[in-house]
T-cell receptor, first 114, second 114 residues
């Protein structure tokens, strides 16, 4: 049971480089989310996609773009990486964006910007 | 805006009970979640409760909700070393296009000493 799969698991970038973080889920979920986790900050929502074809900004969208490629895949792109974007990034999904739908998380991508 | 607060650290001895506390701000009916994060892993859903309930029990886990005080607690009975992890409290938003989005606390790091 794969669930939510994130690639890569680790990445080191130089300031100014671009990168796309990939996320795929095999649970036929409609809603998908990207979070970043920083020490002492908990998880903060970057972008979310309530359904295929829609995306919306979360709490901390600046410096990121997303693409909901199809129902399974939701990618996060850093166009010009900055050291402040060093973080652990988590993708999550839920059947519908409803209040009684727990989110299922991937194992994360650990990203360092030098 | 909505906020979720929880203490950052808790240390207990193996076999004792652990109680992790959380406060939230949304005054409307909502779902409240507890997630567990082990080192290097993603978030694993432990349990959740709807705000019209006072208590939910699931094996060693007991969730208590005081809606008047907006206070949520997670009690782990007979705590084991394998329970050492970070525990996140999360509140489900209850309005508009953000319905179902989660607001996370900063996480409580539980250390279990043998």
């Amino acid at each position: 049971n794969a669930g939510v799969t994130q690639t890569p698991k680790f990445q080191v970038l130089k300031t100014g480089q671009s990168m796309t973080l990939q996320c795929a889920q095999d649970m036929n979920h409609n809603s998908m989310y990207w979070y970043r986790q920083d020490p002492g900050m908990g998880l903060r929502l970057i972008y979310y996609s309530a359904s295929e074809g829609t995306t919306d900004k979360g709490e901390v969208p600046n410096g990121y773009n997303v693409s909901r490629l199809n129902k399974r895949e939701f990618s996060l792109r850093l166009e010009s990486a900055a050291p402040s974007q060093t973080s652990v990034y988590f993708c999550a999904s839920t059947p519908e964006g409803g209040r009684n739908q727990p989110q299922h998380f991937g194992d994360g991508t650990r990203l360092s910007i030098l | 805006g909505e906020d979720v607060e929880q203490s950052l650290f808790l240390s207990v001895r193996e076999g004792d009970s652990s109680v992790i506390n959380c406060t939230y701000t949304d005054s409307s009916s909502t779902y409240l979640y507890w997630y567990k994060q082990e080192p290097g892993a993603g978030l694993q859903l432990l349990t959740y409760i709807f705000s019209n309930m006072d208590m939910k029990q699931d094996q060693r886990l007991t969730v208590l909700l005081n809606k008047k005080d907006k206070h949520l607690s997670l009690r782990i009975a007979d705590t084991q070393t394998g329970d050492s992890a970070i525990y996140f409290c999360a509140e489900s938003l209850n309005y508009g296009g953000s319905q179902g989005n989660l607001i996370f606390g900063k996480g409580t790091k539980l250390s279990v000493k043998p």
